[in-house]
């Protein structure tokens, strides 16, 4: 066994052990298995350890091969025994043929574990043979028996265990092959049976374990899968009139042409107001300000697009992204788009890095390619957590 930590920058190999059958979680997969946000719970916990070290991934027999596109992300993958402490001594025993410093053992149901945590225990390895992440309890503790409260221990020094818990390898290893007691609830308990002295480190409530199917809700919750995701388009075409100027996103650009319309006939912005109406399927401009009024006569777009906005933010929703392409042969809009995109930005209550203005040409194609008129396509992104 070693006697001394591995030193500061040793490489850290890491077992992910998902051999367990997890049916408490629900549905007919183990929960390893099933999707979380659009994705396997697997990949995702394979993906918060890239590119720390060698992955030795332990599966269940039966189910080794079965999907080649996650295991591709391990360096090894081995076969696991009956009970987790089999399968943890498996993946130590495969890498003991070329041993690392020190290894990271974390649970396949904690996917979501963050970075911070885990270079968290590996730092705490440059001076200790173990370590791994903790949670203060803060709640108050009951004992209870048959149905009622028959004690009330202290939680004070208590804390909530987590993975992934780090050991030097050839201290863990050992420790696992002299083990000969009851099932070990985790490695730190097979650790401290061995006389290990354990570091710990700041957890976090993020690393939720899936147990039961309620923590599938929980950890897309985190994920953010339960945010409504909206997006909407619009189009909008206004033709030349005679003029000396014309309004674009809110820009006054001087022309030799206007825009005709009821309002100021800025055409962008439109076709973003009605991006954010569609987005909430509130309809577009025309029901919310009828060009038939003739108090909207002249009116600016300023308006409208605000309206849009302050609906939005009513209802719950943040504008994340609005993008707005104006197809126009002139006048050329690359020499205004920055003070287009500042503009839209203010009006909407957003940061201008949320807003694109950009335009195109029709290769002199159709009512545009003719300098008949001009049009705008935009989109919109709103998000309600």
Known sequence: MSDSPAPANAGAAVIIVAAGRGRRAGGELPKQWRDLGGRKVLARTLDAFAGLGPICL???????????????????????????????????????????????????????????????????????????PGLAVTDALWRVADGAVVDAPSREGLARAQTPQ?????????????????????????????????????????????TGPEDFSRAERILGCDMDVRTGNGFDVHAFEPGESLWLCGVEIAHDRGLKG????????????????????????GQHFPPSDPQWKGARSEVFLSHAADLARVEGFAITHCDVTLICERPKIGPHA?????????????????????????????????????????????VKA
């Open 166 to 210: 780090g050991f030097d390898f050839a201290a863990i290893l050992a420790a696992h092959r002299a083990h000969d007691g009851p099932p070990a609830a985790d490695d730190v308990a097979v650790a401290r049976a061995a006389g290990l002295a354990v570091a710990v480190v700041a957890g976090h409530e993020n690393n939720v374990k899936i």
């Open 338 to 382: 920055e003070k287009m995109r500042a503009e839209l930005a203010r009006i909407m209550q957003i940061e201008p890095g949320r807003v694109s203005v950009k335009a195109t040409t029709s290769e002199r194609l159709g009512f545009p390619g003719r300098e008949e008129g001009i049009a705008a396509i935009a989109t919109a992104t709103l």
């Open 58 to 132: 332990v599966l269940h027999p039966d189910e080794i091969g079965r999907y080649p596109e996650i295991e591709a992300a391990a360096d090894l993958v081995v076969p696991g025994g009956a009970e987790r402490a089999l399968s943890v001594r498996a993946g130590l025993e495969a890498l003991a043929d070329r041993p690392p410093a020190r290894v990271l053992i974390h649970d396949a149901a904690r996917p979501l574990v963050p970075r911070g945590v885990i270079e968290a225990v590996i730092t705490a390895l440059d001076h200790n043979l173990a370590a791994a």
């Open 262 to 285: 009821h309002s100021d006939a800025d055409v962008g912005m439109h076709a973003l107001t009605d991006a954010i109406y569609g987005a909430m399927a509130h309809g577009d401009i």
